[in-house]
């Protein structure tokens, strides 16, 4: 949803990232709408009326809200801060220190100050009167200050000494337990080290970013081309990426902790993941589609990508001022799918994407896009090795997401979790979900490539049992179906230690014991695969059916199975209709079997022995 700003009358656009608020002045009054609310909407129509502050007559540089929203500071000069209390409409002002000029203001959350002044000459902290009716400085951080930039996601504000490369870069975060200052960091440019010569760094070269919970310093070093990110330590500022630049024109985006590259010159996007090991953009350049905008007449506005008055603000916020439009990005998967040549290293970028939330219209979750990808790999018969890779991706992250959502049962309701006892924002795949949505449609279209997709099975089988995950019942079942269609069932024992786990033997050892019939050395196999107790009774009972009588007493007698009641063997003996085997089981009853003579059916079994003794036969 795209929100529409009236700027015929606006002063200044502006906006207050500690309190997700866009901020519009118009001559002595100051709408606010909260982002993530307007930004919800599904028309126009819905759109409720922005928040009103009256103010004085007079020029607004920049403008904040207290954190708590009771208290709003309005930059007014280049030294000069008005304060206008919500409550009572009460005003005061604070003037930075003399012979300093003020570059910037920001609210905090600390035990020493409330609100920070950014000065030529450092910081200064001020904390509020417990009447609200002025400020009072507690301190002041001297530094000689060029530029600088703050964030209220990560509460750091980065101060630059000077323009020139390198620049000495000092830092202070403003956390809830206090302020902490950050050692003292040179921000070179390579350009510079290359050819010797200066090379201005300003404040709209370096943005301060958040991804996976890592703070990170970009700089976009557009003499060198390159992207370089300086990961914050605690005591450290580490250089850890480096990325090609392709445009003398960028900005930055921060998207569902994806770094968005926008390449103002060209018009397109390059999507960067920093925990991928490639220096390359995930996928090819893809341009910025902008949602069809449309005015208080119900006509589609027209609106140039990139033009000059775009604003690039917060993580992943599209100001325009020249149309007064503001807007939200997000990935488009499903575009990003496509152009991404690198199959492994797309899913564990899907695989890291949030499946929860609303999507506009044509736009994939991860978790389908994950399925299609890797079916897609399987039906272009992509190298095994890839394809394993793959597979570890998926089954080490549904691993994960488990282990997340065990953590997090112990302290959430249980209607935070979905049938699969995942969180509803993991896109992980299980290995039913693998079986249903992949294995088995694959089964039916690739009747003539049986040995690859056998390969990709036994793969992914493994790799479900190298993460400790529970494989389905019916994927080892696909398994023992495609060794028996491609004749190598002389490969049953090499997965034993799969198919013999107590969730799936029973059932395996029913089919193989079919398989039997056609391969007789499969017949270990089978009782390989049920050494368990109940797996010991299944496989008395398959000896039965197939009317081995003799042989399921002997393995009755040597494993000591004692679930199996006698008269099993003796209906079996008696269906059989061969009177020296009835009497090999009675005569094994009566002397292995305690109180088999007490037994209420004794009397029965025993008038057919004897009918076998004085007729040769079995009495009815």
């Not at 088999?596 to 009495?619: C, Q, S, V, W």
């Amino acid at each position: 949803m795209a929100v529409r700003i009236d700027i015929s009358t606006c002063s200044a656009v502006m906006y207050d990232d500690g309190n997700l608020l866009l901020l519009v002045a118009s001559k002595n009054k100051l709408f606010s709408w909260p982002v993530d609310k307007v930004l919800s909407l599904n028309s126009p129509d819905e759109a409720e009326s922005p928040t009103v502050s009256f103010l004085n007559e007079g020029p607004v540089i920049s403008a904040r809200f207290s954190l708590d929203g009771r208290i709003l500071a309005v930059q007014r000069t280049a030294t000069d801060v008005e304060f206008v209390n919500r409550e009572d409409a009460s005003e005061f002002w604070q003037r930075c220190r003399k012979g300093e000029r003020l570059l910037g203001l920001f609210w905090v959350n600390t035990p020493e100050c409330d609100c920070v002044f950014v000065t030529t000459g450092g910081l200064e902290l001020y904390q509020l009167l417990p009447a609200r009716n002025g400020v009072r400085a507690v301190d002041v951080k001297k530094h000689t200050v060029a530029w600088y930039t703050y964030t209220h996601e990560t509460r750091l504000a980065l101060l630059s000494s000077g323009a020139t490369a390198p620049v000495r870069l000092a830092g202070y975060q403003f956390a809830t337990s206090g302020v902490i200052r950050l050692p003292r960091f040179d921000l070179p440019s390579q350009a510079s080290e290359r050819n010797k010569r200066a090379v201005s760094i300003t404040g709209k070269d370096v943005k301060l970013l958040t991804m996976y919970g890592r703070m990170y310093c970009a700089h976009v070093d557009l003499h060198a081309g390159l992207l370089v990110l300086y990961r914050f330590y605690r005591d450290a500022l580490v250089r850890q990426h480096t990325y090609p630049l392709y445009s003398r024109h960028v900005d930055l985006s921060i998207v569902d902790q994806a770094l968005v590259v926008h390449n103002i010159d060209s018009g397109v996007v390059l999507v960067l993941d920093v925990l991928s090991s490639s220096t390359h953009p995930l996928a090819s350049p893809l341009p910025l589609a902008l949602p069809p905008v449309i005015d208080h007449n119900d006509n589609t506005l027209e609106v140039e990508p990139y033009n000059s008055g775009w604003d690039f603000i917060g993580p992943d916020l599209l100001l325009d001022t020249q149309h007064g439009i503001f807007w939200r990005q997000q990935l488009d998967l499903g575009s990003l799918t496509h152009s991404c040549s690198d199959r492994c290293t797309l899913m564990s970028f899907l695989q890291r994407r949030r499946e929860d939330g609303a999507l506009p219209a044509g736009f994939s979750r991860p978790r389908q896009l994950s399925l299609n990808v890797v079916k897609t790999m399987i039906q272009d018969c992509d190298p095994l090795p890839v394809i394993s890779r793959t597979f570890m991706v998926l089954c080490t992250a549904y691993e994960e997401s488990r282990n997340q959502a065990r953590s997090v049962q112990g302290s959430s309701e249980p209607n935070n979790f979905g049938e699969s006892g995942l969180l509803p924002r993991s896109p992980a795949v299980s290995p039913e979900e693998m079986q249903r949505s992949v294995f088995e449609p694959l089964e039916e279209e690739m009747s003539s490539g049986g040995a690859y997709l056998l390969a990709c099975v036994a793969e992914y089988i493994r790799c479900v049992d190298v993460t400790n995950l529970s494989c389905p019942a019916s994927l080892s079942l696909l398994l023992v179906q495609l060794l028996q269609r491609e004749d190598r069932l002389h490969q049953l024992n090499s997965w034993l230690p799969v198919l013999s786990r107590k969730s799936v033997s029973n059932t395996i050892a029913i089919e193989v014991a079919e398989i039997s019939k056609l391969y007789k050395p499969s017949i270990q196999t089978v009782q390989d695969l049920l050494q368990n107790q109940q797996g010991q009774e299944t496989y008395v009972r398959l000896l039965l059916r197939e009317g081995r009588i003799v042989e399921a007493l002997r393995y009755v007698r040597r494993h000591r199975v004692e679930s199996v009641p006698p008269t099993i063997f003796l209906d079996a003996a008696k269906e059989l209709g061969d009177p020296a085997i009835y009497t090999t089981v009675f005569r094994f009853c009566s002397e292995f079997v305690p109180n088999f003579a007490n037994m209420a059916d004794y009397p029965a079994y025993t008038r057919k022995l004897h009918g076998i003794i004085h007729r040769g036969e079995i009495l009815e």
